[in-house]
Structures are given as C-alpha cells and as structure tokens.
C-alpha cells in the first residue's frame, strides 16, 4: 500500500509517525512546498527575536526520516489531485504521483486583510520560518520601532510578548471588547489584559482599523481607527485567525465549504482521501489548534490501518500559553458555558493576577480557566469526564 501525505506540519507528521507505529511495509510518502523538515510553529515568535535557531525549529534530520522509511519530498506542490486514476500533480515537476491512500494535511493560511491599502510595505502576517525571515528583516532595515499587531487571540499576544524583546514599542488592538474572546470570559480577558499591560504592552480592545496608511510601495506609515483616529506605526501585523487551505482540491469534487468536509473518521466524500488538521471541517467546526490535529492525524492513521478507532466527535478546545512568567490555560468553551445552567467553582486573586475558574455541569468538568502559577493536569485530564466536586474544590484553590 503507497500512502502519500500532502504537508508536513504536525498533521502529516503525526499521520506519518502513527502509520510507521504500526506497519513497516506500507510505503509512506510526504510531500511538501516548504524547504524545511517538520517544524513547530509554536516557536515561530522566539525565532524572530534569535532566540531559537533555525536548528533548534526543526525537530528532525534527514537520518531520522531515512530510519523510519519515510520518504520526504520538500519544496514540492501539489496542484492537482485526479481522483478517477489515483494521481496527483506535482507542479515544479510538472510530473504525475499515484497513491492508494492520499492523506491531506495541507494546514490553513493566515488571514491578511488590505484595508483600503493593499500595496504598502511593512504589513505581515506569521505562518511559517519565511514570514518569520521576513519580518526579521523588515525590522532590522527599516529602524521599526513602533508595531501594531492586529488581533487580540492567542497568536497576537505571544508575538507581542516576543517583539519587546526587541524593545519595539508593541500595541495589540483587538475588535472585540476584549481579549481572547474566544478562551476567555469578561472578567479573566480584563484581568490579562491588566498583566499584559504591566508588562509594557499597550492593548486596544474593541478598536477596529478602518485604513492602513502609507503610499504605493513606499513604507506603511500608520492606521486611521473607525473612530477617525490617525496612529503612526512602522511595522503592522495581522493575526487575525486562519483560512484553512483548500485550493489543491478546487478540481476534484472533493466537498469543501470553509474547509475540506470529512467524516467521524477523518475521510472527505472519497474514501481513499483522508483530511486532518487545520484544513478540515468536521460538523461545521474548524479547529486551527495542534490538540485537534494531533488527534485528528491519531485517528486517521488507526483508520486507514484497519484498527477500528472510536468515531472522531470533535476535539476539545485545549488551548495552553506561558508569555513571561504567567501561564494560561482554557479548556473547553467557558464563555458558552457561562450562559449555560453550570455550576462555577473559583478561586480569584487579581493583586497576584491569578484565577482559577472551573464550570461543571451533571458533576462533569465542562470548561475550565487557570491564569497564573498552578497546576493544569487535573482539568486536562478530566476534561469533559465525571469528578468529585471536593476535589475540584481542592484543585481551584491549590
Ligand atoms: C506562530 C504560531 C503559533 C502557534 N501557537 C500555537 C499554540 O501555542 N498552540 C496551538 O495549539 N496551536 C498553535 N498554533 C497553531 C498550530 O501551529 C496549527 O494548528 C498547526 O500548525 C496545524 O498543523 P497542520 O499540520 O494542520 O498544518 P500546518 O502546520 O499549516 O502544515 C501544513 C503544511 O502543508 C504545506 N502545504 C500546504 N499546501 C500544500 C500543497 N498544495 N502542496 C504541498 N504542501 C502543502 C504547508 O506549506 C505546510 O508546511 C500556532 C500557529 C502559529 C503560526
């Protein structure tokens, strides 16, 4: 059996690693359009400040593939896929690949946005080492020292955090009325926002940029508000959530609405084409986090081994950051949960920035926040499962 894997970010190497677990003989192939080696984005912000080598980003030589019987073909596209023959096109070598089973794990693309001004220079978004490399530069040859990053989530505040280790002058500005809208509820959002701002980081919520200035091809010069004010700032950049990458299946009648549609087994409407990661869709819901890929790319390979795995129901929201000093942990949806008939059980203390909030519902650990120093394993363990209430008394006010 020939399985080939588009993508080499967490989901096809996950899928590569898991496949190879278990089966020596099929042929494993992974084929991607950047030059590197899996890497982690994650680690994308330290390494535009140096304080990660490019050695240090890549977790894997071309020994380890070559051991593992992994063949990896890099700085290759695939623009095409031919379901009928079991082939797809690879575009720099203007050459045709069969498969038997054909794994997509293509990942997704930052939203970039032109606001009214598409042609400027300075304006960035952060995906990959290239964007890393670029915006490096533009740092250094240009004398920034005014950035303004779009988006609020969890992206913006960790490249934030990162930039003043350049000694950049860093706003965040976030649409919504505040941070992390999607993680936080109101009151832990503020309370963030008051540690980020001891931390120097000017943060604007519920501010909407209406322009970009500057002129064609010359340097970006700043951004007008909605609310008609004029800021200066040398360097934008936008992270403001991911596009999932579907055009290479554009061709094929593979069923795509904002990502590539799949099964409770991860198959798309072709049972020999699987997708997994930041390019699926799976009931409506598009996850864009390493948790749902890693899963997702777990049980694709169980299902294309024949080892009969549970049904994929979705992927808990899982999401876990430590920015200077503080460590932030959101579990499942507690901004739904709020709203909901759930119990909360919390220990809060805002000179110390530190909140635990945890959501129950039928004795069942629905959501849960930690800010500040504190264990996490205890809620990520029994996420979604039955506790003892004592216990999770204890554990909010360990
Ligand atoms: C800076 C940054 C920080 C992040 N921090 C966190 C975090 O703390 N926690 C968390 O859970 N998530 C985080 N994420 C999100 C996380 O990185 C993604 O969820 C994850 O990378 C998705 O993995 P993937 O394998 O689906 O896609 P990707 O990592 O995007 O990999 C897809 C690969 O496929 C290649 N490809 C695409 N199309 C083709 C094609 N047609 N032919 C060949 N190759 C192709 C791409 O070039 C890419 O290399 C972060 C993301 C970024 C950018």
């Known amino acids: 059996m020939k ?39 994650i680690f994308l912000p330290s390494y535009i400040i140096g304080e990660k080598s490019l050695e240090k980003l890549i977790l894997h030589s071309d020994e380890w593939y070559k051991n593992r019987n992994i063949t990896v073909k890099l700085n ?19 050459t045709w690949f069969n498969y038997d089973k054909l794994v997509i794990a293509a990942g997704s693309n930052a939203r970039k946005l032109p606001f009214g001004n598409s042609d400027v220079n300075g304006v960035f978004t952060l995906r990959n080492i ?40 860093i706003a965040i500005c976030e649409i919504a009325p505040y941070l992390l809208p999607r993680q936080l509820d109101r009151g832990t959002s503020k309370l963030l926002q008051k540690y980020l701002e001891s931390k120097n980081l000017e943060i604007l919520c519920d501010v909407a940029v209406e322009k970009i200035l500057g002129n064609e091809n010359e340097k970006v010069s700043g951004v007008k508000l909605k609310n008609g004010m004029e800021r200066k700032f040398d360097m934008i950049l936008q992270q403001m959530g991911i596009i999932p990458e579907i055009s290479l299946v554009h061709k094929s009648d593979i069923k795509t609405e904002k990502g590539i549609i799949v099964n409770e087994y991860l198959q798309t409407n072709d049972p020999d084409i699987y997708a997994v990661g930041d390019c699926v869709q799976f009931k409506g819901n598009i996850w864009g986090i390493i948790p749902a890929s890693r899963e997702q790319a777990i049980l694709a390979a169980q299902h294309i081994l024949e080892l009969n795995p549970e049904p994929y129901k979705g992927t808990f929201w899982n999401t876990r950051l430590k920015i200077a000093g503080i460590k932030l942990t959101c579990l499942g949806t507690p901004e739904e949960d709020e709203k909901k008939e759930t119990t909360l059980i919390e220990s809060v203390n805002e000179e110390k920035y530190l909140c635990r909030k945890v959501r129950i519902e039928n004795n069942e650990i629905k959501s849960a926040i930690l800010l500040g120093p504190g264990k996490d394993n205890f809620f990520l363990k029994n996420l979604g499962k039955k506790v003892d209430l004592d216990e999770v008394k204890r554990k909010v006010n360990e």
């Open 3 to 41: 399985i080939v894997i588009i993508g080499n970010g967490i989901a096809g190497q996950t899928i590569a690693e898991e496949i190879r677990k278990h089966n020596s003989d099929f042929e494993i192939f992974v084929i991607s359009k950047e030059p590197y080696h899996y890497y982690t984005r």
């Open 76 to 94: 290759k596209q695939i623009d095409q896929i031919d379901r009928v023959n079991k082939k797809i096109h690879i575009r720099e070598d203007d």
């Open 130 to 169: 290239a964007n890393a490399d670029e915006i490096r530069k533009y740092i250094k040859d240009n004398n920034v020292k005014d950035v303004l990053i779009m988006g609020g989530g969890l992206l913006g505040i960790e490249l934030g955090f990162h930039l003043r280790e350049l000694q950049l002058n």
